[in-house]
């Protein structure tokens, strides 16, 4: 059964629960299925770049453990690995459109003396949504990226938010 679905198309996350093999990189137990869920075929351990989908953009994330049948190509990821999976593709898709990295949001955020549920606030996001562009997990929009540079270009602008804050529409 599949317990973390939703990475991608391209990859699944299991929870354990047919036959374990060993992992060729350690003398442990791996956390693969030794025949894939879809088609059967024998699944083969490997570090080989995975493709990920990202707001519509394939990227090749290297160096996360998975298997991937001989067979049909499904790719397995562990749930150890399936965040890490999720920040490095998230990495790489900042990387391609310039947006602020989760510790240059940190930064901001610290350099005005907010908390991240008053930085929230001030820029209306949810609740939570700081945590998870300061983690590395979600991608900002554009729309909140351009704000955060203009926060940091412009520190009064804060007031203007802070306005809006106070009356929300």
Known sequence: PILFEGLSGSARAY???????????????SEYPSRCA??????SVS?????????GVTFMVPGIEHSECDECG??????RAAELLQRRAAH???????????????ALR?????????????LGTGAKTMVRWEKGTVLQSATADRLMR????MPEAMEVLKNLAAHPV
Do not use: H, N
């Not at 879809?38 to 699944?43: F, Q």
């Not at 790489?92 to 940190?106: A, N």
């Open 110 to 122: 610290r350099s005005l003396g907010l908390s991240q549920v008053a930085f929230e606030r001030l």
């Open 15 to 29: 929870w354990p629960t047919q036959k374990l093999r060993t992992s060729i990189w350690e003398d442990r137990v």
């Open 92 to 106: 790489q898709f900042r990387e391609s459109k310039g947006l602020l990295t989760p510790d240059e949001i940190r």
């Open 74 to 79: 499904e790719i397995v990821v562990a749930l």
């Open 150 to 153: 203009i926060i940091r270009e």
């Open 47 to 55: 570090s080989d770049p995975i493709p990920f989908e990202l707001r």
């Open 38 to 43: 879809g088609c059967g075929g024998m699944m």
